[in-house]
């Protein structure tokens, strides 16, 4: 079974600022299987991101994801107040831990 | 407009059943992949089950077995059937739809299952 390790388990930033989260594959994927959620509480998860770099229908272009083999990607160009939620990758079954974005 | 709708769930003594429901719209639930996914309070995110297009179905080890996963087309909706239900089913409990390469685009709202004596 594919493990993944995201990292940081939080990251504290102010709005503005560019947010970089990890996600880490404990052996080489595919990358048309990776997509990245956004989840906030009370709320159901949102696709961000499919095919490891396809932004989802109505994402604003502030997100991006990026990588291949064992080390993904997702930037957020410049933090809005309503992007600070938990984050989590996606690999088929799998999911990772999570990103806890919380504001600074 | 395109929407899952859930409903079902709530408090059950462990050994117990429950049945969950998800109501499409907008689509067919004939036609897609349909999954179901939960979040234990405080955790992460886990897939529980996906039923194919086709029929065929698949379980995640902690709940194959118990769970059982099916739709119904002149309804248009999704179900997960879950018996001998575990404290650690304690959950919220989301159906979605899957996109190529297994993304989830579509969630239900959620709902909660919680397993206690």
């Known amino acids: 079974e594919i493990v993944l390790t995201q990292s940081p388990g939080t990251l504290s930033l102010s709005p503005g600022e560019r947010a970089t989260l990890s996600c880490r594959a404990s052996q080489s994927v595919d990358s048309s299987f990776i997509a990245w959620y956004q989840k906030k509480p009370g709320r159901p998860p949102r696709l961000l991101i499919s095919e490891a770099s396809t932004r989802a229908t109505g994402i604003p272009d502030r997100f991006s994801g990026s990588g291949s083999g064992t080390d993904f990607t997702l930037t957020i160009s410049r933090l809005e107040p309503e992007d600070f939620a938990v984050y989590y990758c996606?690999?088929?079954?799998?999911f990772g831990q999570g990103t806890n974005l919380e504001i600074k | 407009e395109v929407q899952l709708v859930q409903s079902g769930g709530g408090l059950v003594q462990p050994g117990g059943s429950l049945r969950l429901s998800c109501a499409a719209s907008g689509f067919s639930v004939s036609s897609n992949y349909l999954s179901w996914v939960r979040q234990a309070p405080g955790k992460g995110l886990e897939w529980v089950s996906v039923?194919?297009?086709?029929?065929?179905?698949y379980y995640s080890a902690s709940v194959k077995g118990r769970f059982t996963i099916s739709r119904d087309t002149s309804r248009n909706t999704l179900y997960l059937q879950m018996n001998n239900l575990r404290q650690d089913d304690t959950a919220e409990y989301y159906c979605?739809?899957?996109?190529?390469?297994?993304?989830?685009?579509?969630w239900g709202q959620g709902t909660m299952v919680a397993v206690s004596s």
């Open positions: 996606q690999q088929r079954r799998n």
């Open positions: 979605t739809r899957n996109l190529a390469y297994e993304a989830y685009d579509l």
């Open positions: 039923l194919y297009s086709g029929g065929t179905t």
